[in-house]
């Protein structure tokens, strides 16, 4: 049997869009734009079900292939971190020895520190892509796929996870197709490609990219926090007496590594979690503000309603008028996404970029004082992230914001003020 992974891509049907490619053992980065077909790419790969605008054959049985899935939460199946762990060696292993070897082998494995009896629903994005990586590799496999599941990872824990999954793959030769949005990705690859509608082929490396910088009017955003004591266990506290102080702003952008309490954060201000001791206060206009929220993961708030329903329930409580609905669909027509095709979807069938982007612009088109977004950039290719950092500078010219994310040169060429949070913030 070869080592090689040998694929025929043939793109919108058309026998003479016929591509053949061969990796051989190591580390193959895969760049495309948001809804190109990277997820049907591994699907078929996998056996599962595609939408088929890419057909493609390979030379590896189906049950070869391993996969790290884009959404995280789709991966995780047990109710704390030291059974999720061991959930794929119970599947795999019949002898206790073993599965306790590899279960030790795996904790040490695992790029954070935390409370093994933590449910997992406590994680944040990057901690639980962080999870899925390492329950991933803990089974060998010919082919490893990484859809996208690594996007709310900072550069710092890429790296780690890189040199996890070389050593990883030096262990037992195998082939790692990462398929990403993220361009800069490209840069960890032993080859590096393009994928789009109509043509897979290798690419350079990126020259530097950078968002434009944003010029916003100063703002009547406030927020005080004194001596902030917040933990999801009374012995590891994400927040130790933290306290910081914003006058005047238009948009804070927070930043941090991967569990650092981002969006810990926003459900402190927002109150939907109580602090165990301490105080927080926000205040836009002189008063309590009325606050929008995206979720890092928007099919939470949507589940099996549709986008339109959301609309129509924000308009019965008159939080969005008939001129903000209209200029719903037209901002959506100008991100290509045409209103009509997604609208009648439940909001878990849709894909995640248009999911993500139709949540945004519905939001910020709404009568909140304050919209947070919790990683609004996940999974968007360059020129997505481009034009949804043009549309933001133009609403933060008028509204306040608070943008929650590990990508730092979003945040600094979009904010007018900055938090950097550390794990166990003080």
């Not at 049985?61 to 060696?89: C, G, W, Y």
């Not at 109580?274 to 995206?294: A, D």
């Not at 969005?320 to 069938?349: A, C, Q």
Request: proline share 4%; hydrophobic share 35%.
């Amino acid at each position: 049997m070869t080592d090689l992974l040998e694929l025929a891509c043939q793109f919108n049907h058309e026998p003479e869009k016929r591509t053949q490619v061969k990796y051989s053992p190591g580390l193959h980065i895969i760049y495309g734009e948001s809804n190109v077909g990277k997820s049907d790419f591994i699907r078929q790969l996998t056996g599962r079900y595609a939408d088929r605008n890419i057909i493609i054959t390979s030379n590896v049985e189906n049950s070869a292939v391993q996969v790290a899935m884009q959404n995280p939460d789709n991966q995780i199946i047990r109710h704390t971190l030291d059974k999720e762990l061991a959930f794929s060696l119970e599947c795999t292993y019949t002898n206790s020895t073993k599965i306790q070897t590899e279960l030790h082998q795996l904790k040490q494995a695992l790029l954070f520190d935390a409370d093994e009896k933590r449910h997992p629903s406590t994680l944040s994005g990057g901690e639980k892509e962080l999870l899925n990586i390492v329950t991933t590799f803990s089974l060998p496999a010919r082919v490893y796929c990484i859809d996208d599941a690594l996007s709310f990872l900072n550069r710092r824990n890429k790296k780690k996870v890189v040199e996890y999954i070389r050593n990883k793959t030096k262990e037992i030769p195998s082939i790692v197709l990462w398929f990403t949005s993220d361009i800069f990705d490209v840069e960890y690859g032993d080859t590096h490609w393009e994928l789009t509608s109509s043509n897979l082929q290798q690419i350079a490396l990126p020259k530097d990219k950078t968002c434009s910088q944003m010029t916003l009017p100063s703002g009547t955003l406030n927020i005080s926090i004194e001596k902030l004591t917040f933990g999801y266990s009374s012995d590891s506290p994400i927040f130790n007496k933290f306290s910081y102080e914003l006058n005047h702003g238009r948009c804070l952008g927070v930043v941090g590594i991967n569990g650092c309490g981002k969006s810990t954060l926003s459900f402190l201000l927002l109150n939907a979690l109580k602090p165990e001791s301490g105080m927080i206060n926000i205040r836009c206009n002189n008063q309590s503000p009325k606050i929008g929220y995206l979720d890092q993961f928007p099919e939470r708030m949507l589940g099996a309603e549709t986008l339109e329903k959301f609309v129509i329930d924000l308009s019965e409580a008159k939080l969005i008028h008939e001129n903000g609905i209209e200029n719903v669909i037209s901002v959506l027509g100008e991100f290509n996404i045409h209103w009509n095709d997604y609208k009648d979807k439940p909001g878990m069938d849709l894909p995640w970029s248009v999911l993500r982007l139709s949540m945004i612009v519905i939001l910020t088109n709404c009568e909140y004082d304050v919209v947070i977004l919790d990683e609004p950039t996940f999974g968007f290719g360059w020129k997505q992230k481009v034009n949804l950092h043009r549309y933001l500078g133009k609403i933060f010219q008028n509204k306040h914001g608070i943008i929650l994310s590990h990508d730092f040169d979003f945040v600094h060429s979009l904010c007018d003020a900055e938090l950097t949070l550390d794990t166990k913030s003080s």
